[in-house]
Structure formats: structure tokens, C-alpha cells
């Protein structure tokens, strides 16, 4: 930001003043199959501002463009725009980290090859960085959530599908290709149901959202005697997770079945988790670690007993204090981060 060398030798003081306003807000973004959230976020991690819209990825990539860029406008309209330093998104993958171009994204169809970093970039102004979610939601939590100020940390997201991020010294780690912390394909079940990827009884088959409804709609196929189908008015397909968990808090011997298969397969994931990164905080969110709340315990014993003998007594599972905002509030971390890089 010093232009004039000149500068340099003749001041009093041999001091600059600062050519540029301060760096006091960025952007940052979440882009999901369902919703696309923006938001305003200060140096404490505060979300100052933020909203919604429907991201509706069959009504066509540059339509949802348009209404994220809105959205950003919005968003950023309260402040100076020289005192926010640049955007952020996090979003639903897979990605190619270098250009945030779509590889044929699950949650996303028509995307594929598409990516929304220069057209922003452009009609906002701004730096616009895309990056993995997950990896950002473990950026958060060692920022501001369960870890904070944690230098190796292992964030678990356990919903629908069942992703994975990690900081080790304090950096995130991306891999050579940008898919590191794939933690939903850890081979935890041998033999067990496979993801949709089609591994062979990883974690995600097992233990996300949609493994744990297609293990009951088998169970269902099967000619198990079970209460879940009623809960869903008798249709197989409208079972879903939030369902085995109250047929199995009640009881219901399919459900109960179920859900010892899930948290036998969550502490065999986090106790290789634990054993292979020696992560000071693992932390989990999503809507199957709510459902997991009353087995926490449990499962706790579990992870206990499966690791390392180290981790005798000190096993670090905490469930994230920052919920659904904690791919948004990573997004912000690293937008700072990228803008404090640049001015510094
Ligand atoms: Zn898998």
C-alpha cells in the first residue's frame, strides 16, 4: 500500500501514516443444497449482519450467482466498503481448491464445472476465495468455538452426509487435491452399509443421516416388525434418521439395533481419528450429534476403550458451541486471514 518510496527518508519521525482505512469487517458465505447464507463478520468472529435465500440449484447456477451477490450487497450496504477486506465461501463440494470450480457436486446438480469466484469477485470488487466447508467449520472452532486457540484440532460434522476438517500447527490441511479430512469414508464396519459413494461400510454409510434412514427402510424391506413406519404414515421412503432415534428411544428393537450399530461405528471413526492426528480438541456438530445426545456417554466409554491407551481419561470429544453458523464464522476466520496476509 506505500507507493512513494520517497517517503521513507524524509519524515520527522522516520514512521508512515497507514495509506489505507483498517480492515474491520469481511464477507463470508455458505453456499449448501438447501440455503445460501451471507453475512457481515467483525474481528471477534460476531456475525454483524446476516440473511438467507433458497439456493433452488435445479433453477440454474447463474440465477443463484445473481441472488448471492445480492445478497452480499446487502449485507456489506451498513459499512464503509474499504473497511471489509475481502469474501469467503464455504460451500458444499467437491471443489477444486484452486479455482473453487464444482466436481460434480451431489447437493448441487447442474453445477458441475461451474464456480462462482470470478463473476463475484468481479461485480462485487472484492477477493473472493471458495473453500471446503468442513475445513472452514475447523478453522472456527479453533478461532472461536470449543478449541479456541487450538493448534490441532478435528472438526466432525455428522448430518446428512458426514464430513471432516482438520487443523494440525494451526493450519488448515487441505491435501495435495484438496479432499483431506474425508473422515465420513474411514472404513469403520467392514461388510457394513455402504455411502453413496459406495465404500464398504465407511462412517457415512453407517452413521450420517442417510445411512441411518436406508438402514431402517431395509429393515422395513426385510419384514422387520417396527414402529418407524408408522411414524413416517406407513411410506418407507419418508423415513428418516430424527424417526429411528424416537423409535429407539422407545424402544423399538429395529430402532435399538440401529443405533448400537451407529455409535459402535462413530467411536471406531473418532477413535482412528484421535490415534492417527492426536488432535487436542475433536469437535462434532450436526443434526445426528443432537440425535446422539442422550448415548453421549456411551459413546464417550466407547471411543475410551477402542483408541490408544493415552487417551485413558482424556478423551477430547466436545460438541460444537457454534452450530449451524460454524462454516460462516470459518469463512470469516479465513477471510482475515487472507486479508491480513495481503496488507501485511
Ligand atoms: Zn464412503
Redesign the pocket.
Known amino acids: 500500500m506505500i507507493s512513494a518510496s520517497g517517503s521513507y527518508s524524509d519524515g520527522a519521525s522516520g514512521r508512515i501514516p497507514p495509506m489505507s482505512s483498517q480492515i474491520n469487517y469481511v464477507l463470508a458465505g455458505d453456499i449448501g443444497g438447501t440455503n445460501m447464507r451471507a453475512a457481515l463478520a467483525d474481528r471477534t468472529g460476531s456475525l454483524v449482519a446476516s440473511g438467507s435465500v433458497a439456493t433452488e440449484p435445479e433453477r440454474g447456477f447463474e440465477l443463484a450467482e445473481d441472488r448471492l451477490r445480492a445478497l452480499f450487497e446487502e449485507m456489506a450496504s451498513g459499512v464503509p466498503r474499504d473497511e471489509v477486506g475481502g469474501v469467503v465461501i464455504s460451500s458444499a463440494g467437491p471443489i477444486d481448491p484452486g479455482t473453487g470450480i464444482y466436481v460434480y457436486p451431489p447437493n448441487l446438480p447442474g453445477w458441475h464445472g461451474k464456480t462462482m469466484q470470478p463473476g463475484l469477485a468481479e461485480s462485487l470488487d472484492m477477493r473472493v476465495t471458495i473453500g471446503h466447508d468442513a475445513t472452514l467449520g475447523a478453522l472456527a472452532e479453533s478461532r472461536y468455538g470449543a478449541g479456541k486457540g487450538a493448534h490441532h484440532l478435528v472438526y466432525v460434522t455428522l448430518s446428512t452426509g458426514v464430513g471432516g476438517g482438520i487443523i494440525a500447527n494451526g493450519q488448515m490441511v487441505t491435501g495435495a487435491n484438496g479432499h483431506a479430512g474425508e473422515m465420513?469414508?474411514l472404513l469403520v464396519r467392514p461388510g457394513g452399509q455402504?455411502?453413496n459413494?459406495g465404500?464398504d461400510g465407511?462412517l457415512?454409510?453407517i452413521a450420517s443421516g442417510g445411512g441411518i434412514a436406508r438402514a431402517a427402510q431395509a429393515g422395513i424391506e426385510a419384514g422387520r416388525d417396527t414402529s418407524i413406519i408408522g411414524m413416517s404414515g406407513g411410506d418407507a421412503a419418508a423415513v428418516n434418521a430424527a424417526m429411528v432415534f424416537e423409535a429407539a428411544a422407545a424402544g423399538d428393537a429395529l430402532a435399538v439395533e440401529i443405533v448400537d450399530i451407529v455409535i459402535d461405528a462413530v467411536a471406531s471413526g473418532f477413535a482412528d481419528i484421535l490415534n492417527t492426528l492426536d488432535p487436542e480438541y475433536l469437535v462434532v456438530g450436526g443434526g445426528v450429534t443432537g440425535s446422539l445426545q442422550p448415548y453421549w456417554s456411551d459413546l464417550h466409554a466407547l471411543i475410551e476403550e477402542k483408541a490408544l491407551p493415552h487417551f485413558k481419561g482424556r478423551v477430547p470429544l466436545h460438541v460444537s458451541p457454534l452450530g449451524d453458523d460454524v462454516s460462516l464464522v470459518g469463512a470469516a476466520a479465513y477471510a482475515f486471514d487472507l486479508a491480513d496476509s495481503k496488507s501485511g
Open positions: 465420513g469414508h455402504s455411502c459413494v465404500c465407511c457415512e454409510g
